[in-house]
């Protein structure tokens, strides 16, 4: 049984890694800073995460958990839009330059952390999720159905209340589409 103690300052470094990806590239990220942000030692932090990228897993796993916890259990297609327009700044921070160092162990980590969701046994796995499922290769339909959704918000500005329902209406537009294809 994990104790208080140890659940809260795995949250707290969990949470400061959020923090850090919201403003900067995972590669640019050094454990140092994750400590400062979590207010713990070094050795602490090694305790709780072999290294960043198992770091990384939990705040994927965490912003799964929180929009799940919102009403994601059962995701429309204007959820789905919502969650990658809401975590874009994470979820961009996420994807580093294939000259980086860290580019294989955070390409496996997302396409690790993608395929465990979308082959979970869930009997009520929403239509996409089911379509991606059924894909004669599904980590190529969702390698090719993210980086879309990446590049269509990296192309808007989301502070701008006009694009941001623009985008929203495009990006549900199109998971809607994929649904219905047979």
Excluded at 14 to 37: D, F, Y
Excluded at 38 to 51: E, L, V
Excluded at 53 to 76: C, H
């Amino acid at each position: 049984m994990v104790s208080y103690a140890r659940l809260r300052t795995r949250n707290q470094i969990t949470s400061a890694m959020l923090t850090l990806l919201k403003t900067h590239r995972i590669e640019n990220i050094e454990v140092t800073q994750i400590c400062e942000a979590a207010f713990i030692k070094r050795s602490t932090f090694y305790r709780y995460f072999h290294d960043k990228i198992e770091l990384t897993q939990a705040v994927l796993d965490k912003l799964l958990e929180d929009w799940q916890s919102a009403g994601g259990k059962v995701p429309t297609a204007a959820k789905i839009a919502d969650f990658f327009m809401d975590n874009y700044d994470v979820l961009s921070h996420l994807r580093v330059n294939p000259c980086n160092r860290h580019y294989a162990e955070i390409q496996k980590l997302l396409q690790t952390w993608l395929m465990n969701h979308i082959t979970a046994e869930d009997q009520s796995a929403t239509p996409i999720i089911y379509k991606i499922r059924k894909a004669h290769d599904p980590m190529l339909l969702s390698a090719f159905l993210l980086d879309g959704t990446f590049g269509v918000l990296a192309q808007a500005d989301l502070s701008n209340q006009r694009d941001r329902l623009r985008v929203r209406a495009f990006l549900i537009g199109i998971v809607e589409r994929v649904t219905r294809a047979k």
